[in-house]
């Protein structure tokens, strides 16, 4: 059965916001702030134990993140060492035997601003985050994009960029997700840094979410 390599991201450095964010939701073993990490998606989901199988008994990175869904599998390794990191890496695409530029290009699939929010759709946003809470009369960024797990290196090219507020991370499933807030001169400045980040990710053709 072949491998479908969707996602394959490497974090060089990750920022105490994302990395806050990771320690609130992941089950596994956290990183701390400024670890390197790396984000592996694949399809069918199943496949991803033996990714993370390949990844802990090759090197001493360690797994935070592990979702297995019936589609995709999404995995997320770190560790103080860049070098450590990169190494998980190469032994999971041997193992594959796929290379880097195997994976599917990022696509954005909506990226939007929305200034100075109401009150009660504030309170929405809210009911439905697992970061930062979000304050009516802020400016909100919206991005989706394919496959999922890039929303993980935007949150962080973002937090680089500009002083935003990450109120909500979803890197897995059909798509990922993230939702950031702040002033509309930060957010527009970090919707820079995003896109920028998505560009450059080098891959195979994806067809604006259709499933690679």
Not at 1 to 25: E, H, K, V
Not at 49 to 56: F, G, L, Q
Not at 137 to 144: A, C, H, K, M
Request: glycine letters at 8%; aromatic letters at 6%; a negative charge.
């Amino acid at each position: 059965m072949g491998i479908d390599l969707r996602t394959y991201s490497f974090i060089d450095s990750l920022q105490p916001q994302l990395t806050a964010f990771i320690c609130s939701t992941a089950r596994g073993y956290l990183p701390v702030t400024y670890d390197a990490s790396l984000w592996i998606e694949v399809a069918p989901g199943i496949a991803i134990n033996r990714v993370t199988d390949i990844a802990c008994k090759k090197t001493q990175t360690r797994p935070a993140v592990q979702v297995v869904e019936r589609a995709y599998g999404l995995l997320e390794v770190h560790h103080e060492s860049q070098a450590e990191v990169q190494e998980a890496g190469r032994h999971v695409l041997e193992h594959l035997k796929l290379k880097e530029s195997d994976r599917l290009r990022p696509v954005v699939m909506t990226s939007e601003i929305i200034t100075h929010v109401d009150d009660y759709q504030a309170m929405l946003i809210n009911r439905n985050r697992n970061g930062s809470m979000f304050l009516a009369g802020d400016t909100l960024y919206i991005l989706e994009v394919h496959p999922a797990g890039y929303a993980s290196i935007a949150a962080n090219e973002a937090e680089k960029a500009s002083p935003i507020t990450l109120v909500h991370v979803q890197p897995y499933g059909a798509f990922g997700r993230l939702n950031l807030s702040g002033t509309e001169a930060h957010i527009e400045e970090a919707r820079k840094a995003v896109h920028k980040a998505l560009e450059n990710i080098e891959g195979r053709e994806n067809k604006a979410g259709g499933g690679g």
